[in-house]
């Protein structure tokens, strides 16, 4: 990807919404029925006595080698073992049928395969805490307005933002989309930004994550390009996209698009040429109160894992490292976990950021209108903010309201995994695991039941398929500079994550995306049309991953579709 003169950023609101006292009943599916295969039943039976025994034998035998062989390739026996002591099983069990892996949420999942597929609460919640998902619903899903309005309990929109609701960037709670043409608005895409440390402090608050980023003095962190009326946008957001084919070993070509961001129309002065764009679409909001219950602990220990033999020459060539930033919410440092580069400790602070840099709302976590101080316009233009007491900053996003929209964000199901035991879908999922995907993409968590009131959660057995650290994913995926440059891997631009690295998605859902919206696309800034073109644009550590790929002849790709699709 390529970021030229004129870059830019746009909404992706994670979460937000206003205040709307709407209750619907919402059916949760059970989980999908499951038969054993006759087939295989009788495979399982074969007599001794018949002479096909030994030649069947031998194929089975030769298919195991042959896999295992593959796996010792592309997996550390290091890394092995800490995925299965996180699973509780072991990789064999892992790579075939899994009955309990069709219910990836757990007992919070559901089985609904529709547009409404990630908007429904954990099917484990009670009767008597539903209704504050409902609540939080509402105030994700209707707009903010701009002060002083009637509607005081969801005024304060912007000054500077860039949607005026979080469904507007999370369409039906899924994923985003980059704009298609230079006239679309980018209304689920947003651009960061940030500037090279130039003095000794700022690079050492950086090293020790004090800092998320050195904002720029006039943009600062986020490009916002809409305003309120009497304030400047500060840029508008444009794209161009050129094919970029990729052929297979058997002759087969999947044209890939590779973007070019653009940054039109600055309206605070011009931009410099070193600072660094970064675009992201909207993520999607399943499963991220199960993501928030998987112990520091058992991240880390999946760093320490895959670094353990990094300068081996049997290394799977995979290295990865978490995030630690900086919590607005305690002031002290702590492990990352969510957005693309793991830059938000939990939800509560990810859900109050979002608010605050999409939405221009103030919050008890971020107390500050989202203006530079140069900003005059947007400093000076009117907030909703009212007054908290105790003590605490007048805000527009009260601490009950951003405890209904945690309580929602926490409880958006993860949908059943469809079709887990059809034989294509089985042979993908060996591919898979043959090709070590598992390194990066963690099958499954057991997670504690904890000292909080995080019932649903408690004690879930999940299959998310990440490991939630950050791996560098190659040149075609880093981010640039404004001018189109690819930046030092020593930059920082958001807290210990540089412009090469991101954090490996969860997959859990990811075969619904496009039933949730058709317009859905993949990867950080929404180049992927479809799961194909998203595991080809694997570079860096994930560079054998994808040369595997391109070996898959037409079943090949149709098993390891199959299997992506499956999830």
Sequence with gaps: MHVNNGFTRKALSIFHSSFISQFKNVSVGMSVPFTLSLALASALSLSACQPVKDTDDNAANKERQHSESMQSETV??????????????????????????????????????????????????????????FIGNAFFRQPWVIAPASTDSRDGLGALFNVAACQSCHVKDGRGHAPMTADDDADSLLIRLAMPATTDEQRQQLKDSLIEKVAHPMYGGQLQDRGIQGVPAEARIAVQWADKPMTFADGHVETLRAPTFHLTNPGYGAFDDELMVSPRIALPMIGLGLLEQIPDADIKKQAASINKNSANKNSDGISGKFNMAMDPQTGKVALGRFGWKAGQTKLITQNQSAFNEDMGLTSNIRPNESCMPMQTACVKAATGADEQGNGKPAVEVSDEVAKFIEFYTRNLAVPHRRNADDKLVLAGKKRFYDMGCQSCHTPRYQLPKTADDHLEQHGQIIYPYTDLLLHDMGDDLADRTIAGKLPSKDLQVEFLANSYEWRTPALWGIGLAQSVDSQATFLHDGRARTLMEAVLWHGGEAKKQQQQVLKLDKQGRAELNAFLKSL
């Design 76 to 133: 550390t026996p290091e890394r092995v073992q800490t995925i299965e002591s996180l699973a509780g099983v072991p990789m064999q069990q892992l790579a075939s049928f899994d009955a309990q892996e069709i219910k990836q949420g757990g007992d919070t999942g559901i089985s609904i395969t529709s547009s409404e597929s990630y908007s429904k609460p954990s099917s484990n919640i009670t009767a008597s805490r539903k209704g504050n998902f």
